[in-house]
C-alpha cells in the first residue's frame, strides 16, 4: 500500500467527518420544525411527505457518512468511490431541491408575525445548504482519493510479462532503420 493512497484515504475520511458539523444543524432544525409543526401527532407525521423526505435525507446522510469513513480508513475508495458518489449526489439533489422550498417558504414566512417556526426553518434551511455544499467537496476528495495513483497494484506475474514482452512491431522497424 503506498503512503500517497493511504493518505488520500484518510484525507477522505476527514472531510467525510466535517460533514457531521452541518449534519447537526440540518438535524437540530429538523427536529425541531417537525415537533413544532406536528405537535406529536404521529398520523399526521406519517401523512407528511414533506417531512418523510427530510428525514430520509437526514438519515440517509449519516448513513453515508459512515460508510465513507469506514471505507476511507480501510483503503478501499478505489473499489466504492463510484457508488459513494452517486449515493451522495442523489441526496444532495434531494437535499437541494428541499433547502430551495424552505428558502421560498422563509421568504413567505418573514411577512407574518409569528416568529416561533421561523427560526426553525431558518436552522433547516442553514443546515440543508451547509450540508449539500460539504457533500459537494466530499465528492471530490472521493473523486481524488479512488482514483489516485497506484491505486490499483497490478498481479506480480502480469508486470513481469509485461516486461518480459517480446518487441512490438513499431520497435523493430526502428531498429531496422538504423
Known sequence: MSAAKRAW??????MALLTIAPWFIYLG??????????????????????????????????????????????NQLHRTHYLLQAWLATNTALIIIRATQRIIEIQAKESTA????????RALAAGQVSTAGWNCVCMIFFSIAGTSPN????????????AAAPPTVAAEVAANQA
Open 29 to 74: 432544525g429538523l427536529a425541531k420544525l417537525t415537533d413544532r409543526v406536528l405537535d406529536w401527532d404521529w398520523a399526521k407525521a406519517y401523512r407528511s411527505q414533506v417531512f418523510m423526505l427530510e428525514w430520509y435525507t437526514v438519515s440517509a446522510e449519516f448513513v453515508i457518512v459512515i460508510i465513507a469513513v469506514v471505507v476511507a480508513l480501510s
Open 9 to 14: 484515504g484518510v484525507v477522505a475520511a476527514v
Open 114 to 121: 409569528d416568529d416561533n417556526e421561523l427560526k426553525y426553518l
Open 151 to 162: 491505486t490499483h497494484s497490478a498481479p506480480k506475474a502480469k508486470k513481469e510479462e509485461a
